[in-house]
């Protein structure tokens, strides 16, 4: 098993310019997030889907769209980067809710510089 | 709101000394508890969790206690290595399959 992934690992875009990050997991999690990590911030939830249908919004969505396109896959879009979106991007996922299995699975991360 | 704490600023200590980093939460009842570590370019993984008051969670030789009296959860390791240095968060379940982290505390150790 992969895990999670994400692609690409290293982005530059100009302010304005638009792009797709993408997570895919193969654990058959129903569950998945997209978080952005800042110094001194720690993570921030930006949306998540709990289940394959269904996004929300997480702390700090503004600036950011996402699509659920199927159980593995789970794409965050930024219409039109801004310098305050420079950051690093993790995706996650997690089993279905159970009593016990509320750990998520980070993907190895997306560096985002908008200059 | 459900919320996590950890307390300010790198930590930095030498090979074989005892590490503590503090966490409290804020929660509605009593969520799971987890530490997750971050080695340098790498993402979260998880290093130990507790689901109940007065579970002990223990991972690689660290251990945290779920502590309800004092709505703690603090992570310890008797002796560090090199290899140990990353940096650690602490972080609760919420509602709808969410987890709410602390900032994160980066560990140095030092030969």
């Known amino acids: 098993n992969a895990g999670v992934t994400q692609t690409p690992k290293f982005q530059v875009l100009k302010t304005g310019q638009s792009m797709t990050l993408q997570c895919a997991q193969d654990m058959n999690h129903n569950s998945m997030y997209w978080y952005r990590q800042d110094p001194g911030m720690g993570l921030r939830l930006i949306y998540y889907?709990?289940?394959?249908?269904?996004?929300d919004k997480g702390e700090v969505p503004n600036g950011y769209n996402v699509s659920r396109l199927n159980k593995r896959e789970f794409s965050l879009r930024l219409e039109s980067a801004a310098p305050s979106q420079t950051s690093v991007y993790f995706c996650a996922s997690s089993p279905i809710h159970n009593t016990d299995s509320y750990e998520q699975y980070f993907g190895p991360g997306t560096r985002l510089t908008v200059t | 709101g459900n919320s996590v704490t950890q307390m300010e600023g790198p930590v930095t200590l030498s090979e074989e000394a005892f590490l503590t980093i503090n966490c409290t939460y804020t929660?509605?009842?009593?969520?799971?508890l987890f530490w997750y570590v971050q080695y340098p370019g790498e993402g979260l993984q998880l290093l130990l969790k507790a689901t109940k008051a007065d579970d002990k969670g223990s991972n690689k030789g660290f251990e945290a206690t779920y502590r309800k009296e004092t709505t703690s959860f603090h992570l310890e390791k008797g002796s560090v290595q090199v290899s140990d240095s990353a940096v650690y968060f602490c972080?609760?379940?919420?509602?709808?399959?969410?987890?709410?982290f602390g900032k994160g505390n980066q560990v140095v150790v030092i030969p």
């Open positions: 972080a609760l379940h919420y509602g709808n399959n969410r987890l709410a």
């Open positions: 889907s709990a289940s394959e249908g269904t996004t």
């Open positions: 929660a509605t009842g009593y969520p799971s």
